[in-house]
């Protein structure tokens, strides 16, 4: 017999406790600068120590929740134009491995030393929980108001994350991703509007602006808005710049949790339509191939995980593409796309946060350790049998079954998404091992939050998978793979070809057969951002197209002004003299009197005719 809950856990507390307790402790943070220094740093040292149990509110929530209960919403009346929160299919899972990173991003930034003086102030941790209530707003949020508000919370929060260190990179970085994330703001704003008036408000009722008169603007909108947090081609620019220069981890909950709002995003707003689906799943297999290519030229280990979120988010992009182009789809792929963001989410932190494991923990007792737990989240990433990555791209492959782009199956391309995995992984892991080492004696935050992400990524997609997430054949959870001999070789060919490919490109460089510029030792033959370089050449040239256009318009306006100038001066001398002449022949009352009266009764008289004639 199931026991219920207490009410101390009860929903709608627990979701008030996940959205305010983050918020709480930002505040407190804030306000020890009212102290004196020594009291503020200690007060804020002692709160980032206990900053990751803020999100232990959400973590109960996500194990708690029965999706679909009406007990699971709450309603704020006096919040925004009535703010309503929920857990619904999507949002628990996706709210578990939000929960799951944040808290091990602030663990492993919790336990410094106290000379550490760039992480004394807090900052870092106020960020992050910033970030955090605005990312788990967006699956919690039922309706668009709440929705637009905690994203833009997240968005605008995690440029605090990525200015961090201050560095140039790190502020052209935030540059960059300042205005991408205003432009998609604008985009998702608008979108929304124009939903919301055609009686969406609610997320139940988005479905009612199909068919209206703006719904191809409102999908343009909205595969802009979310495709530039998506990292959807070419909106990707600002994470392979974002990623190097923020903290690991700011890096691990970008690529991990944040990505994947813009992916909720679409789930929720995106109208179906044949026409949208087409130019998303293009976008889409561009991204996941074309990441491949400029991906493993980079020299950063960060950067180039940051091209295999790319990659991986195209791949999860292709699902609710064909759930646009084919509605009766919609389920399945939906279902598939938040499995595999799971597994991504777990897989691609565990990564991220292993950089800097790598660099002080790679080395005596815990190198075993460290190198055991890297090659499971890189082998889950590529999706190798019995791993999260191979449970993810199956049940992928069995939503999309069937359909073809250009006579070829998607369930014969998407494999090949691994293969580019693959790739991704071993230059990484060349770069990661050609880097510079810093041997910690102690175990701190860093590794065991680490150690706790490798520990969730094994265990928590397939729990998520198989009993949370349902599709509409499979009541009880989407079909698990069996493992036959098949099903472990479809998992397995695609990482053995791009262990091939990675072997014929490494014996022709060895040969010297590869162009020197794609051999650059120093740089990267294709700087980080790609076509940012490309954007902005274009936008200086649109600049200094505007420019002389105005220099022009200047030039045009100033020798205007000048002879209005010298009519108007004209002007002036004549309207003298004739005061002039008025007032030697006005100069008693009486003259003066009587003519401000027929002044007077002109006016009233124009005045009166008007009034009549509109009456």
């Given at each position: 017999?199931?026991?219920?809950?207490?009410?101390?856990?009860?929903?709608?507390?627990?979701?008030?406790?996940?959205?305010?307790?983050?918020?709480?402790?930002?505040?407190?943070?804030?306000?020890?600068?009212?102290?004196?220094?020594?009291?503020?740093?200690?007060?804020?040292?002692?709160?980032?120590?206990?900053?990751?149990?803020?999100?232990?509110?959400?973590?109960?929530?996500?194990?708690?929740?029965?999706?679909?209960?009406?007990?699971?919403?709450?309603?704020?009346?006096?919040?925004?134009?009535?703010?309503?929160?929920?857990?619904?299919?999507?949002?628990?899972?996706?709210?578990?491995?939000?929960?799951?990173?944040?808290?091990?991003?602030?663990?492993?930034?919790?336990?410094?030393?106290?000379?550490?003086?760039?992480?004394?102030?807090?900052?870092?941790?106020?960020?992050?929980?910033?970030?955090?209530?605005?990312?788990?707003?967006?699956?919690?949020?039922?309706?668009?108001?709440?929705?637009?508000?905690?994203?833009?919370?997240?968005?605008?929060?995690?440029?605090?994350?990525?200015?961090?260190?201050?560095?140039?990179?790190?502020?052209?970085?935030?540059?960059?991703?300042?205005?991408?994330?205003?432009?998609?703001?604008?985009?998702?704003?608008?979108?929304?509007?124009?939903?919301?008036?055609?009686?969406?408000?609610?997320?139940?009722?988005?479905?009612?602006?199909?068919?209206?008169?703006?719904?191809?603007?409102?999908?343009?909108?909205?595969?802009?808005?979310?495709?530039?947090?998506?990292?959807?081609?070419?909106?990707?620019?600002?994470?392979?710049?974002?990623?190097?220069?923020?903290?690991?981890?700011?890096?691990?909950?970008?690529?991990?949790?944040?990505?994947?709002?813009?992916?909720?995003?679409?789930?929720?707003?995106?109208?179906?339509?044949?026409?949208?689906?087409?130019?998303?799943?293009?976008?889409?297999?561009?991204?996941?191939?074309?990441?491949?290519?400029?991906?493993?030229?980079?020299?950063?280990?960060?950067?180039?995980?940051?091209?295999?979120?790319?990659?991986?988010?195209?791949?999860?992009?292709?699902?609710?593409?064909?759930?646009?182009?084919?509605?009766?789809?919609?389920?399945?792929?939906?279902?598939?796309?938040?499995?595999?963001?799971?597994?991504?989410?777990?897989?691609?932190?565990?990564?991220?946060?292993?950089?800097?494991?790598?660099?002080?923990?790679?080395?005596?007792?815990?190198?075993?350790?460290?190198?055991?737990?890297?090659?499971?989240?890189?082998?889950?990433?590529?999706?190798?049998?019995?791993?999260?990555?191979?449970?993810?791209?199956?049940?992928?492959?069995?939503?999309?079954?069937?359909?073809?782009?250009?006579?070829?199956?998607?369930?014969?391309?998407l494999p090949l998404v691994a293969t580019g995995s693959t790739l991704l992984l071993l230059r990484f892991a060349v770069v990661i091992w050609a880097a510079d080492r810093?041997?910690?004696?102690?175990?701190?935050?860093?590794?065991?939050?680490?150690?706790?992400?490798?520990?969730?990524?094994?265990?928590?997609?397939?729990?998520?998978?198989?009993?949370?997430?349902?599709?509409?054949?499979?009541?009880?959870?989407?079909?698990?793979?069996?493992?036959?001999?098949?099903?472990?070789?479809?998992?397995?060919?695609?990482?053995?070809?791009?262990?091939?490919?990675?072997?014929?490109?490494?014996?022709?460089?060895?040969?010297?057969?590869?162009?020197?510029?794609?051999?650059?030792?120093?740089?990267?033959?294709?700087?980080?951002?790609?076509?940012?370089?490309?954007?902005?050449?274009?936008?200086?040239?649109?600049?200094?197209?505007?420019?002389?256009?105005?220099?022009?318009?200047?030039?045009?306006?100033?020798?205007?002004?000048?002879?209005?100038?010298?009519?108007?001066?004209?002007?002036?001398?004549?309207?003298?003299?004739?005061?002039?002449?008025?007032?030697?022949?006005?100069?008693?009352?009486?003259?003066?009197?009587?003519?401000?009266?027929?002044?007077?009764?002109?006016?009233?008289?124009?005045?009166?005719?008007?009034?009549?004639?509109?009456?």
């Amino acid at each position: 017999m199931l026991i219920s809950p207490p009410s101390l856990f009860s929903p709608s507390l627990l979701i008030a406790l996940s959205l305010l307790t983050p918020l709480v402790i930002v505040l407190v943070l804030g306000l020890a600068g009212l102290l004196r220094p020594l009291q503020a740093f200690t007060l804020r040292r002692r709160l980032t120590l206990f900053a990751p149990l803020a999100v232990a509110p959400a973590v109960l929530l996500a194990l708690l929740a029965e999706p679909g209960s009406a007990a699971e919403t709450v309603e704020v009346p006096w919040l925004l134009f009535g703010a309503h929160f929920g857990v619904d299919l999507y949002a628990r899972p996706l709210l578990l491995i939000a929960a799951l990173l944040y808290g091990a991003a602030l663990l492993s930034i919790s336990w410094i030393k106290l000379r550490d003086a760039e992480r004394g102030s807090g900052a870092l941790s106020a960020f992050l929980l910033l970030s955090f209530t605005g990312n788990i707003g967006t699956y919690l949020a039922a309706d668009a108001a709440s929705f637009y508000l905690a994203f833009a919370l997240m968005s605008f929060s995690a440029a605090g994350l990525v200015i961090h260190y201050r560095t140039p990179a790190a502020q052209r970085a935030t540059r960059v991703y300042l205005v991408m994330s205003v432009l998609s703001e604008t985009a998702i704003l608008a979108a929304l509007i124009l939903m919301t008036s055609a009686g969406g408000f609610l997320l139940a009722e988005t479905s009612e602006a199909a068919g209206t008169a703006h719904t191809g603007l409102i999908q343009g909108l909205l595969i802009f808005g979310f495709g530039v947090k998506a990292g959807t081609v070419p909106l990707h620019v600002w994470l392979p710049l974002a990623h190097p220069a923020a903290p690991p981890a700011a890096s691990a909950v970008l690529s991990g949790a944040m990505v994947k709002a813009g992916m909720i995003g679409w789930l929720r707003f995106l109208p179906e339509g044949e026409t949208a689906g087409a130019v998303l799943l293009t976008l889409a297999l561009i991204g996941a191939f074309a990441a491949v290519a400029v991906g493993v030229l980079q020299h950063d280990p960060k950067v180039v995980l940051a091209y295999s979120t790319i990659s991986q988010m195209g791949f999860i992009t292709v699902l609710v593409a064909v759930g646009l182009m084919v509605p009766e789809l919609r389920a399945a792929t939906s279902a598939a796309a938040v499995i595999y963001a799971v597994h991504h989410g777990l897989a691609k932190g565990a990564l991220f946060l292993g950089v800097p494991v790598v660099k002080h923990y790679a080395r005596g007792r815990t190198g075993i350790l460290v190198l055991l737990g890297m090659l499971g989240a890189g082998l889950a990433v590529a999706g190798a049998p019995l791993t999260s990555g191979a449970f993810g791209k199956y049940v992928s492959k069995e939503a999309v079954s069937g359909i073809e782009v250009l006579g070829v199956g998607l369930d014969l391309l998407l494999p090949l998404v691994a293969t580019g995995s693959t790739l991704l992984l071993l230059r990484f892991a060349v770069v990661i091992w050609a880097a510079d080492r810093d041997p910690r004696r102690r175990a701190d935050g860093e590794l065991s939050s680490w150690l706790g992400v490798c520990a969730a990524g094994i265990v928590v997609p397939w729990v998520i998978g198989a009993r949370w997430v349902t599709d509409p054949v499979q009541a009880d959870g989407v079909a698990v793979p069996s493992w036959e001999p098949s099903t472990l070789w479809d998992a397995t060919w695609p990482i053995l070809f791009g262990i091939l490919l990675a072997a014929l490109v490494w014996g022709a460089a060895r040969r010297g057969l590869l162009p020197a510029r794609l051999r650059g030792e120093t740089t990267p033959a294709v700087p980080p951002g790609d076509l940012l370089l490309a954007e902005e050449s274009l936008l200086r040239r649109v600049g200094a197209a505007g420019g002389s256009a105005l220099d022009g318009a200047h030039g045009f306006t100033t020798s205007a002004a000048e002879r209005w100038g010298s009519l108007w001066s004209a002007a002036a001398q004549r309207g003298r003299r004739a005061v002039s002449w008025a007032e030697a022949r006005l100069g008693g009352w009486e003259s003066t009197g009587l003519m401000l009266v027929v002044l007077l009764t002109v006016v009233t008289v124009a005045t009166m005719l008007v009034a009549g004639r509109f009456s």
